[in-house]
């Protein structure tokens, strides 16, 4: 055993000892499987020239360009372009094509070819007649943004069958992309990880770029792209569970990439699978046992593994569970941070959240009309009003950009008006009105037929005002007749 290797599993079960709860003897069965690890003689074999019990095959161009899904779907998505430039794998991996003897990126390569000639190349492979560039470039876009989401990274690609136990408990976490399995989760999905180690059946097998990644210090391991938990038949072959969160491997690329004699096959639709082993599941010191979430297998009375999904399953006093046994905040660090185990603050409570459904402890609930939530629904369900201070759902509230306010819809009426050029909100004293229309004081001053009168500051048409030169202003028609005639009433009275 490697030092990093044996300091990754001192880690792990000072984390497991501490956090997760289980009972002495579980916690020692744990212990002696992580430290002293003992395999069914079928994964023995194939860990033999194995390091830190992880098996790995390297994937060459060959098996790469049958492995990338991205690929698969780029020829499908732009046959005839692929047809027309003959574009290869490495043509694709690289992201170029020559065309003319100009090396070009695919993007621009694709947008040039199929909006040519008004969009026929587009209108053959698309079944769609359009001479509109920008449809045609959105359409290619969405392609290549689903393509991308299936393509392989470019890192040299490993395909890994792994009894290494800190692949298992971080085999969700660190990751770009996460599942039920994530030690952040507020809800224990993943409390069922250590119960694994003690599965004979179980292995993990993975694909991974060879990026390396850390959690809660258990430090290089495998990025993983995706993986899936294989189990162990009564004939030593390997049913496949499920690929998560994409498949990029069928059976067959399986079996040509490892070359074992050991079958791979799909679990869902083997009509009759049975694992070699059956579980003796770990307890928590409640008394419950918890495993992970079963996707194509459920334990029968004898705790073997049998075709058909069960879910997320814990038992408790001899009956069988398909729903979560615990519930906290802020996941595995959280424990850590509070200092507590899962089974301490973790039981499942009795309230459910009116948005989510999801089950919350009452010391975090929060109401609104009678209506409880747990933390999350009600900071994203429920605005505080800047203006009259009180609660609101958040579909009666409105920001405010001209004073930077979340303000509710009652308030909004009351207190503010919204411009007609502008189409944002200011308060009531800003509004000023032309022609019977309501504007903020900004859009009309930039109109250049309107204008302010000096005396009353009213909003008036260009025909409706008069220049004053020595003042550099405008005043209106009635303003003006009012000092015309207030300087003749002058005038008469000095007479």
Not at 219 to 224: A, G, R, T, V, Y
Not at 339 to 348: A, D, H, K, S, Y
Request: proline letters at 1%.
């Amino acid at each position: 055993m490697q030092e990093l290797d044996l300091s990754n599993r001192k880690q792990i079960f000072e984390l497991v000892s501490e956090h997760l709860g289980y009972d002495n003897s579980s916690l020692k069965r744990f212990e002696k499987q992580l430290f002293e690890p003992e395999f069914d003689e079928v994964f023995e074999e194939l860990l033999e020239d194995a390091t830190d019990n992880r098996k790995r095959w390297a994937v060459d161009e060959n098996y790469l360009q049958m492995l990338d899904r991205g690929w698969e779907f780029f020829q499908s998505y732009f046959s005839s372009f692929c047809e027309q430039y003959s574009i290869s794998y490495h043509n694709y991996r690289g992201n170029f094509t020559i065309i003319n003897k100009d090396r070009i990126k695919l993007r621009k390569a694709l947008i040039d070819f199929y909006t040519a000639n008004n969009g026929k190349n587009f209108a053959i492979q698309f079944s769609t007649a359009t001479g509109n560039k920008d449809y045609i470039v959105e359409i290619i876009d969405n392609h290549l943004n689903d393509i991308n989401n299936r393509k392989l990274p470019k890192n040299g690609i490993e395909v890994v069958l792994s009894l290494n136990f800190a692949d298992w408990f971080a085999c969700s976490s660190g990751e770009s992309w996460s599942s039920c399995l994530r030690l952040g989760g507020n809800y224990s999905y993943w409390a069922g990880l250590p119960g694994l180690i003690i599965d004979k059946n179980v292995a993990m097998l993975y694909i991974t770029n060879r990026d390396k990644k850390s959690i809660f210090d258990i430090k290089d391991l495998d990025k993983i792209v995706s993986r899936s938990w294989i189990l162990l038949d009564k004939k030593d072959n390997f049913g496949i569970v499920r690929w998560f969160p994409s498949n990029y491997l069928d059976i067959d690329r399986i079996n040509r990439i490892t070359k074992i004699h050991n079958k791979f096959y799909t679990i869902s639709g083997s009509f009759g699978f049975i694992s070699k082993y059956k579980v003796n599941l770990l307890q928590h010191t409640n008394g419950a046992s918890s495993y992970i979430y079963m996707d194509a297998t459920y334990f029968d009375n004898n705790f073997n593994h049998l075709e058909g999904s069960c879910g997320f399953v814990y038992y408790k006093d001899g009956e069988c569970f398909e729903e979560d046994l615990f519930s906290l905040e802020g996941g595995l660090a959280g424990l850590i941070r509070r200092g507590t185990t899962i089974v301490e603050e973790g039981i499942v409570p009795k309230f459910q959240c009116y948005q989510c459904g999801d089950r919350v402890h009452e010391a975090v609930v929060r109401y609104f009309e009678d209506r409880g939530m747990c933390e999350n629904c009600y900071d994203e369900s429920v605005s505080y009003c800047d203006y009259c201070g009180d609660d609101h759902w958040n579909d009666d509230t409105q920001h405010i950009e001209s004073v930077n306010e979340t303000v509710c819809a009652d308030c909004i009426n009351e207190h503010f008006f919204r411009c007609n050029e502008c189409k944002e909100y200011y308060y009531n004293d800003k509004l000023r009105s032309f022609e019977g229309v309501e504007y903020c004081e900004d859009c009309l001053n930039e109109m250049n037929d309107v204008h302010c009168c000096q005396s009353c500051k009213e909003y008036f048409g260009t025909k409706n005002v008069e220049y004053i030169e020595t003042e550099d202003d405008f005043i209106c028609h009635p303003c003006l007749k009012i000092e015309i005639d207030k300087k003749q009433l002058k005038l008469n009275f000095v007479a």
